[in-house]
């Protein structure tokens, strides 16, 4: 299973930007889709995620309110739509897919079995 994040870029503070993540070849059961953030010198957190069967959405506090995650399930992708980006946003994105075996929007790095190889957000104030 391979996933592909896209979408990142170079913004002021206050401006939006959408990533996308999408996977090819042959599908697969997964619970989650989710979206995590490495900041330089900082550990890898959790942003938002989305239950793949019923659109059912988990968001870190830092960015419930602003971020908003989705998914088109036929065309396997999902999104986050990033509003009101300030410079603590400035990341490296990454996208992750659970198994099937959960209930509820996951949010533990732990879970997530696949990943992306992430994108980059510069947020310029």
């Known amino acids: 299973v391979q996933l592909q994040a896209s979408g990142g870029g170079l913004v002021l503070a206050g401006e939006s930007l959408r990533l996308s993540c999408t996977t090819s070849?042959?599908?697969?059961?997964?619970?989650?889709w989710g979206w995590f953030r490495q900041a330089r010198g900082k550990e890898r957190e959790f942003v938002a995620s989305i239950q793949w069967r019923n659109g059912v959405t988990r968001y870190a506090a830092s960015v419930k309110g602003r971020f908003i995650i989705s998914r088109d399930n036929p065309k396997n992708t999902m999104f986050l739509q990033m509003n009101t980006l300030q410079p603590d946003d400035t990341a490296t994105y990454y996208c992750?897919?659970?198994?099937?075996?959960?209930?509820?929007?996951?949010?533990?790095?732990?879970?997530?079995?696949?990943w992306g190889q992430g994108t980059q957000v510069t947020v310029s104030s």
């Open positions: 992750a897919a659970t198994g099937p075996a959960y209930s509820g929007p996951n949010y533990r790095q732990s879970e997530f079995l696949y």
């Open positions: 070849g042959r599908p697969f059961a997964s619970n989650s």
